[in-house]
């Protein structure tokens, strides 16, 4: 409940918890905006997800160090990959099918705070700024430690008409299948 409290927090997920009130907020941000996030999920264990909203149901974010959001943008708040399927790609196809998503929706702008730290993703409330900048995101407002990052959606419509069949073929393998010997197949005759 990092972004969803309005009281100023430490920048450390968990330490505000409360699981009614993170589905109430949800519930509430779904009925009055649309779906606010992504979550990845293999064999009923979920991997990853990531969250969104405008920064109007978004209250930490007025404590951010380094200033408001944009009231016309998307605010993408948090994004999370469970340790064992970090580093496969997984973080890159969330935020895409976010994006994705909020250019079908018409939004033109979207934002995040970004960490600076590499400190544990784990329970950190920001992205990765390498991350962001990696993906398209330049700063919008600086920061020395947390930057506000934003990502026009206008600069993605050629990208973002061509996503929906890259994201339908695309299948991440998120276990390493176990290496089984080929045998050595010689061609005969040149051919």
């Given at each position: 409940?990092?972004?969803?409290s309005?009281?100023?927090?430490p920048?450390e997920?968990?330490?505000?918890?409360?699981?009614d009130?993170?589905?109430?907020?949800?519930d509430?941000?779904t009925?009055e905006?649309?779906?606010?996030?992504?979550?990845?999920?293999?064999?009923?264990?979920?991997l990853?997800?990531?969250?969104?909203a405008?920064?109007?149901?978004?209250p930490?974010s007025?404590?951010?160090?380094?200033?408001?959001?944009?009231?016309?943008?998307?605010l993408?708040?948090c994004?999370h990959?469970t340790?064992?399927?970090?580093?496969?790609?997984?973080g890159?196809v969330l935020?895409?099918?976010?994006l994705?998503?909020?250019?079908?929706?018409?939004e033109r702008?979207?934002?995040?705070?970004?960490t600076?730290?590499?400190?544990?993703?784990?329970?950190s409330?920001?992205i990765?700024?390498?991350?962001?900048?990696?993906?398209?995101?330049?700063?919008?407002?600086p920061h020395?430690?947390?930057?506000?990052?934003q990502?026009?959606?206008k600069?993605?419509?050629?990208?973002t008409?061509?996503?929906?069949s890259?994201?339908?073929s695309?299948r991440?393998?998120?276990r390493?299948?176990?290496?089984?010997?080929?045998p050595?197949?010689?061609?005969?005759?040149?051919?």
């Amino acid at each position: 409940m990092f972004w969803e409290s309005a009281e100023p927090l430490p920048f450390e997920c968990g330490s505000a918890c409360d699981p009614d009130l993170a589905r109430s907020w949800v519930d509430h941000v779904t009925t009055e905006w649309g779906d606010c996030g992504r979550i990845v999920v293999e064999d009923g264990k979920a991997l990853g997800f990531i969250e969104y909203a405008p920064a109007g149901f978004v209250p930490q974010s007025r404590n951010m160090p380094a200033g408001l959001p944009s009231d016309a943008a998307v605010l993408i708040t948090c994004m999370h990959i469970t340790p064992d399927a970090r580093q496969r790609g997984l973080g890159k196809v969330l935020l895409q099918a976010a994006l994705r998503e909020l250019a079908s929706r018409g939004e033109r702008t979207v934002q995040a705070y970004a960490t600076v730290q590499h400190g544990s993703w784990d329970t950190s409330p920001m992205i990765g700024m390498e991350f962001l900048l990696r993906m398209g995101f330049t700063v919008a407002r600086p920061h020395p430690s947390m930057p506000l990052m934003q990502l026009d959606l206008k600069s993605l419509a050629a990208w973002t008409e061509n996503l929906e069949s890259v994201l339908e073929s695309l299948r991440i393998p998120l276990r390493v299948p176990a290496h089984t010997p080929m045998p050595n197949i010689q061609r005969r005759g040149g051919s």
